[in-house]
């Protein structure tokens, strides 16, 4: 198996891409109270699962618990739609991450659309869109590259 780039190379060759990977993500909560950090946490983790990236898991997974996140409900968090543990916010923002993470299997929905704009308008639509495109850049690269998540 061959050597891949290190997270230390990444940084160092074209330390743009993390620069501006974090600055997309930066989302500004005072334009948009519907949005919040609980929210952002499980988008992260979500999409990282779906990408079965281990590092990117474990980082949110570990921020999500600092910012007072339950292990109960990060335990279940892949089967969002079957319980009652996530509010009506968080699964329009779970339903809206995941089929931008998984575009390429079906279209956004009229409906889905709808419902992510109903929730958080359009500037928390497309403040919640960055942080997608964010973590799903980063979730790419991570795995690509084979990081390895420090546990």
Excluded at 89 to 108: P, V
């Amino acid at each position: 198996m061959a050597n891949r780039l290190s997270q230390q190379a990444l940084y160092t060759l074209i330390p743009r891409i993390p620069k501006h990977l974090i600055e997309l993500g930066n989302v500004d909560f005072s334009k948009n109270n519907a949005l919040n950090q609980t929210i952002i946490h499980l988008v992260k983790i979500r999409v990282s699962q779906i990408n079965h990236c281990a590092f990117c898991l474990n980082m949110h997974i570990n921020e999500a618990r600092k910012n007072h996140e339950t292990q109960a409900r990060l335990d279940i968090l892949s089967e969002w739609q079957e319980v009652d543990a996530f509010t009506d916010a968080e699964k329009t923002a779970l339903a809206w991450s995941e089929a931008l993470t998984t575009i390429s299997q079906a279209t956004i929905t009229d409906e889905i659309y709808q419902s992510i704009i109903n929730a958080f308008g359009e500037q928390g639509m497309l403040e919640l869109t960055t942080v997608i495109l964010e973590i799903n850049s980063w979730n790419r690269i991570a795995v690509s590259l084979e990081f390895k998540p420090d546990i």
